[in-house]
């Protein structure tokens, strides 16, 4: 707002009030007294235009005031948590065995405490490290300590994902939403909002009075956009009306509301197309590069899960980011799940990558 009014430009309209009889060549008097005036009033100008991008909400304001902004509608920056995991221990004789509640193990880069047993030889373990880092992690666990009668520990799967903190985009969306739809007293908006603030959980749907009156299904994703674990879902399914007790109150829901969460279902995909491969090259060498290129699309689908009414697999999409890989010419005959045509899936369903399938076209 304020980029016209540099140092050059303040200054040269200080000197034009000058009179022309004075000496304002540089170097003067009345220059050497301007300048450093000119200079300050530039900054301050500057700092007013920092200001002002301080003041209007937007995801690229500085984190700090963009926190402050949301508090005044009670919202705030959702933080780092830590990966939940199962893990397994065996003794000498490949038996399942039991070890302490709080023994540390390491794996890789990052460290893993015992926190809960779920059955003999098989316990949660919390990283100590915060992030998603961590989700990802499987296999040989080390004792920091000695543990007696330990021969194998094993870090197995992710139960309840790490989150990174909440970036500004994810905030200023949220802040957004939260003033388009008012959360009030078990409304949709109300249930979307307690839902995502739930450890662990990333998108989520609404169904209101599914099944009657006062009845809600909760459907949603965790904070890796996957498909929830049983613990995962039963954590929401108690924070917001616990089984035992359902429509009674004793959970987020209102008394009344009969809640049911639920994960989404996993659709898994199989793509399959011929390629036209650039001089020199084989399947083998393009293969990684379009799986994960296909896989970041259907992440993106999932992510976007919550906005659409029912999924849409578009073979255009896939085809325009094959196309993209280094070493494609060109492709021919693209399926999904052995058809020649978009997959569209259910309100409750999601994708994820089975397989792919690539050929090389024959040239004629």
């Known amino acids: 707002m304020f980029e016209q009014n540099t140092e050059e430009a303040i200054l040269k309209r200080m000197m034009n009030r000058v009179p022309d009889t004075l000496d304002k060549r540089e170097g003067s008097i009345i220059y050497n007294a301007l300048a450093p005036a000119a200079q300050e009033v530039a900054k301050m100008y500057s700092d007013m235009d920092y200001f002002l991008k301080c003041t209007f909400v937007s995801p690229d304001m500085p984190e700090e005031y963009l926190d402050l902004r949301v508090a005044e ?31 540390r193990f390491s794996i890789e880069d ?44 094993t870090l197995g799967e992710l139960l309840i994902p790490g989150e990174d903190e909440e970036n500004n985009l994810s905030l200023f969306n949220r802040y957004i939403e939260h003033l388009n739809e008012k959360p009030y007293g ?10 995502r603030a739930i450890e662990g959980v990333g998108t ?26 049983k613990e995962l879902i039963d954590k929401v399914q108690t924070t917001l009306d ?49 799986k994960k290129i296909i896989n970041e699309y259907l992440k993106q689908l999932r992510k976007q899960w919550h906005e659409e009414d029912n999924t849409i ?32 899936l259910e309100s409750v369903e999601v994708p994820s990558l089975k397989e792919v399938i690539l050929n090389e076209k024959e040239i004629n």
């Open 73 to 103: 509608e009670g919202l705030k920056r959702e933080m780092a948590t830590s990966s939940i995991k199962k893990a397994y221990f065996y003794g000498q004789e490949n038996e399942s065995i039991d070890v302490p509640i709080g023994s």
């Open 242 to 290: 616990p089984v035992s007790n359902q429509g009674k109150g004793l959970g987020i829901a209102p008394v009344g509301h009969v809640v049911t969460v639920l994960g989404s279902k996993n659709i898994e995909i199989t793509i399959e197309t011929k390629l036209l491969l650039k001089r020199g090259l084989t399947i083998g060498q393009v293969q990684e590069d379009i």
């Open 313 to 344: 697999v578009r073979i255009s999409q896939i085809e325009a980011r094959i196309l993209n890989v280094e070493g494609v010419a060109d492709l021919f005959n693209t399926k999904i799940n052995g058809k020649e045509e978009n997959l569209s």
């Open 110 to 153: 990052f460290d893993f405490i015992v926190t809960e047993k779920i059955s003999t030889g098989v316990f949660k373990m919390k990283c100590e490290s915060l992030g998603v880092e961590s989700n990802s992690i499987t296999g040989q666990l080390i004792p920091i300590e000695y543990i007696e009668g330990l021969s194998i520990a």
């Open 204 to 229: 989520v749907k609404v169904f209101p009075i599914w099944n009657g009156g006062g009845t809600i299904k909760i459907v949603f994703l965790d904070s890796d956009y996957s498909v929830p674990t």
């Open 186 to 195: 078990g409304n949709i908006a109300d249930y979307k909002i307690n839902t």
